[in-house]
């Protein structure tokens, strides 16, 4: 059974390794991590998250509740155009036990490639929601967190609620 990391786990931080083999394993965490995703009502989750150093996430588009998995995802473009919203995260929890929330601004759509469970070669154009949520996930797999692209008054905020969580 997977674990959660949280804020604080180093685990977080690290750069993740491509996935050169789409091995049974990959599958059995990626559908499990579809599971905690659901579980936890969260809208994505990448493999860091749950203690893999790999470069694969799953994700949920809000409006279709289309799954995707995706291996060695990759931003190709981003828009000029960009988009700020509240953002959240299953591994920065505050004192309640849920994610804590910050105002992020990101470019507001990506041309995203990937390699799906099949093996298949995909690309998609994502704006709104979708766009976000794969930034946010391939993030993680750079060892980056959304915390990161708030000024230091803000993230010492979060912060502060994400310690009272320990």
Same mark, same amino acid.
């Given at each position: 059974? +997977?674990q959660m990391k949280l804020c604080g786990d180093l685990i977080l931080r690290e ?6 083999e789409i091995t049974p394993d990959v599958l059995d965490i990626m559908n499990e ?9 969260? $809208? ?5 998250? =749950?203690?893999? /150093?790999?470069?694969?996430? =799953? ?14 995802? &990759? ?5 000029? #155009? ?9 591994? =920065?929890?505050? @004192? *309640? #036990? /849920?994610?804590?929330?910050?105002? $992020? ?16 070669? /995909? ?6 929601? @979708? ?7 391939? *993030?993680? +797999? #750079?060892? =980056?967190?959304?915390?990161?692209? +708030?000024?230091p008054v803000r993230r010492e905020m979060v912060m502060r609620k994400v310690r &009272?969580? &320990?």
């Amino acid at each position: 059974m +997977l674990q959660m990391k949280l804020c604080g786990d180093l685990i977080l931080r690290e750069k993740c390794e491509p996935v050169t083999e789409i091995t049974p394993d990959v599958l059995d965490i990626m559908n499990e991590m579809v599971g905690m995703m659901r579980d936890q009502n969260g $809208v994505g989750l990448a493999a860091p998250q =749950v203690g893999h /150093l790999k470069r694969f996430l =799953v994700m949920m588009d809000p409006d279709t509740e289309t799954v995707f998995k995706m291996i060695n995802p &990759k931003i190709i473009t981003r828009s000029t #155009d960009t988009c700020t919203m509240e953002e959240g995260c299953l591994s =920065v929890l505050g @004192p *309640d #036990d /849920l994610p804590v929330y910050a105002n $992020v601004t990101r470019p507001a759509a990506v041309d995203v490639e990937w390699t799906d469970e099949h093996g298949q070669h /995909l690309a998609a154009k994502m704006s709104g929601l @979708p766009a976000r949520i794969v930034q946010h996930e391939t *993030d993680h +797999l #750079d060892g =980056v967190l959304f915390i990161d692209y +708030l000024s230091p008054v803000r993230r010492e905020m979060v912060m502060r609620k994400v310690r &009272k969580h &320990k």
